[in-house]
């Protein structure tokens, strides 16, 4: 798979990564990828993703939203009959 960097920066930055971890390009943005998605991950829970999903995207929930479904209406998705 190929990966093209079509910004200078993003590709400078990489590059300098790759030089100062002293591994390929591929192997800098394995490294780079994998430390930005634990630090994400730690730094928000997914509800709080979701919320700023949800505000970049200029939806919001209505107080029902909240509310779980019953197990009967949960049943019923998956009702065969």
């Known amino acids: 798979m190929i990966i093209h960097v079509n910004n200078a920066e993003g590709d400078a930055g990489t590059?300098?990564?790759a030089v100062l971890a002293g591994d390929s390009?591929?192997?800098a943005?394995?490294?780079a990828m994998k430390e930005a998605?634990?630090?994400?991950?730690r730094s928000e829970s997914p509800?709080?993703?979701a919320a700023q999903l949800r505000k970049k995207q200029g939806i919001?929930?209505?107080p029902f939203s909240r509310t779980p479904l019953s197990?009967?209406?949960f049943d019923g998705l998956w009702d065969e009959g």
């Open 47 to 49: 509800a709080e993703t």
């Open 15 to 17: 590059r300098e990564f």
């Open 37 to 41: 998605t634990e630090r994400r991950s």
């Open 71 to 73: 197990r009967d209406v």
């Open 25 to 27: 390009m591929t192997d």
């Open 29 to 31: 943005i394995v490294i």
């Open 60 to 62: 919001s929930l209505m």
